[in-house]
């Protein structure tokens, strides 16, 4: 898969899901240092044509905002559960919508997100992308099987 | 009188983020059940009849491929529209999902209108403002 077409695709579906399900916009930042100790995290498998790993790591208050957003509630009405769910929920979407465009007939199955520490993959093997919501900053990785990043 | 929905979705979030969706698209409805998995939703549908059934695919207990078969080996339930909501919109998945008997197909993300249209469509629901 030409890493071009991967970039474009993983843009692609970042901005759909962002502008759609979560009614905010994103711009995209260059720094890639290392997440904030606090952030959410999620991964998550997926299997079939390509197969990968796809992470994401969110700032919490970027976290609580895109929940607010999501539920269409003030962001401090949220509550803990519900901002873990909200973020499985947009690696799930991200992830799904990136897997679609290379849209192939063979059946993909996503994994269920998982919340929770990872180690960071190795950067040279991944697709990137860093972005500032309004209230703080997110940032995917998607790591295909094979190396082809 | 509004449609009667059954939502079957294993993320609490994402059935409250598609009842708030419903309100946005306009459409009027009579009422909004919900179910985590295919099982629950089946359980609901024993006491409760709906207009249309708005599922997910990969749940736990009871996926939305696996409750469709079941409501398709029932005579009474077998007519029962059902719309698969999925971040699957691959042709192999669209394509599994409506042989087994779904009678529409949602990519999430959608946009509200997108979501009614689709439920009016498979209602044969006219929209008399076009």
Redesign the interface.
Known sequence: MPPVEMHQALDTAID??LT??FFSDAERVEDCGAPPGDAVRASLAFHGEPSGRFYLWIEPAAAREL?GA???LDAAEVHPP?IQ??V??LA??I???F??LF????????D?PQIDGFDPPDPQRCCRRRLRLDAGELEIWLELEGGQS | MGVSILIVDDSAVMRTFIRRVLDLSGLETSQCLEAANGAEALEALQAHWVDVVLTDINMPVMSGEQMIRRLQQSAVLESLPVIVVSTDSTEARMRQMMELGARGYVKKPFQPEQLRREIERVLGVCDATG
Do not use: P
């Open positions: 759909q899901v759609t399900m929940t999501f539920l269409g519900q769910e909200t499985r929920e799930n979407m992830c799904g919508s897997v679609s849209e192939t007939e063979v059946l993909f199955l996503l269920a």
